[in-house]
Nanobody, 129 residues
């Protein structure tokens, strides 16, 4: 079974930075596509950034240039560096993993779609004021 545990959320003033971490465990989880998603209060969950099976990175337009997604060399920890935070970034942030075959069952056009991901962490709250 695949397990994900997020950490690093908190409260920050606008213009500040936070770094979220997500520890992944499970069989062959290093082969999975991974991503960060968020759910603002009263809104649907949305994609923030993701890494495809070929290590390509994709970001939502709303965070491009401000957020950076990365992994450690073992691909067991996923990070989300968030800079120049805005109040509209306030949300519960989740990391997710998916084992579908990259380029066939999971492609670039759906990599930021929450419904494409099977495994989820419990979430970590980010509040920007």
């Amino acid at each position: 079974d695949v397990q994900l545990v997020e950490s690093g959320g908190g409260s920050v003033q606008a213009g500040g930075s936070l770094r979220l971490s997500c520890t992944l465990s499970g069989y062959r989880v290093s082969d999975y596509c991974v991503g960060w998603f968020r759910q603002p209060p009263g809104k649907e969950r949305e994609g923030v950034g993701a890494i495809g099976g070929d290590a390509s990175q994709f970001y939502a337009d709303s965070v491009k240039g401000r957020f950076t997604i990365s992994q450690d060399s073992a691909k067991r920890t996923l990070y989300l560096q968030m800079d120049n935070l805005k109040p509209e970034d306030t949300a519960m942030y989740y990391c997710a993993a998916e084992g579908k075959k990259w380029g066939v069952e999971l492609t670039t056009d759906v990599l930021l779609e929450p419904l494409e991901f099977t495994y989820w962490g419990q979430g970590t709250q980010v509040t920007v004021s």
